[in-house]
């Protein structure tokens, strides 16, 4: 194994079993199950692509959500204990840290999250009622490629929090500053940036590229339900490129500044 990619999946290990082996980390995963599967049983009788926005609804919230509380504290937490300090010094860079970081951070909440979609697209397909002749009148309904699309999306966007988040933990100074940060961040990416986009005179598609929520929403509609085909999805994606790359460098040299 490589110099580089030994500390690098030494940090991947540590963030998934920051989660798999903490009280906490099963809170979390427990109670996004619990919301992403009530509202797949609600819907499900409606079909995969009725399940599908109404699980958009739910997940422009938990996405942030899950990500902040899995991530908030990860690079501050390592720099109040010493432990980026001792990776420094054993010739652990800032890249390969941060990397490992945000693959880490990403799969965790990416198997939370993708592994619930993907019980409620098992719950869709066991609970559809509406008539043959329905599903056969309109096949997006009877489509399962919403809910997969739906989910491929997600974990994606879960990539995208995690980056955001990881600039947070790394800029904050205490856990009280992280705690407030970390309820700021998730405003934001809620409402936020939408909230202010829509006071402003804002054309959609840089509403979309400005606000990792608004291109999250925009990629489900369009690329997953089909309800919107004209809406800007190349700007979705370099919305989502822009936050990704330029949070994973802001904190990057953050950390090349922090002893």
Do not use: K, N
């Not at 580089?4 to 798999?20: C, D, G, K, T, Y």
């Not at 993708?114 to 009148?137: D, E, M, N, Q």
């Not at 961040?185 to 804002?202: N, Q, S």
């Amino acid at each position: 194994m490589s110099r580089v990619s030994s500390p690098l999946l030494a940090v991947v290990a540590r963030e998934l079993q920051s989660v798999v082996g903490t009280p906490a980390g099963w809170a979390i995963a427990g109670g996004a199950g619990t919301a992403v599967l009530t509202i797949a049983s609600l819907s499900a009788p409606m079909g995969y692509q009725a399940t599908a926005i109404d699980l958009l609804v739910l997940l422009e919230v938990l996405v942030p959500a899950v990500g902040v509380a899995l991530g908030y504290r990860a690079v501050l937490q390592d720099r109040l204990r010493g432990e980026w300090a001792i990776h420094r010094a054993i010739g652990v860079a800032p890249r390969t840290y941060v990397l490992g970081l945000l693959l880490g951070q990403t799969t965790a909440a990416g198997l939370i999250i993708g592994g619930s979609l993907s019980v409620a697209s098992v719950v869709v397909a066991l609970r559809r009622t509406r008539p043959i002749a329905f599903l056969a009148s309109t096949p997006a309904v009877a489509d399962p490629a919403a809910m997969l699309w739906l989910t491929g999306l997600t974990v994606a966007y879960t990539g995208v929090i995690a980056a955001i988040v990881m600039v947070l933990s790394s800029l904050v100074r205490g856990r009280r500053g992280a705690v407030l940060g970390a309820v700021v961040v998730v405003g934001l990416l809620v409402v936020g940036i939408d909230a202010v986009a829509i006071v402003l005179p804002t054309p959609l598609p840089v509403l979309v590229a400005m606000s990792p929520g608004a291109a999250y929403r925009t990629l489900v509609l369009t690329v997953a339900v089909g309800l919107t085909p004209d809406a800007p999805v190349g700007a979705a994606l370099l919305g989502w490129f822009t936050w990704l790359s330029g949070a994973t460098l802001l904190s990057i040299r953050r950390l090349r500044t922090t002893a």
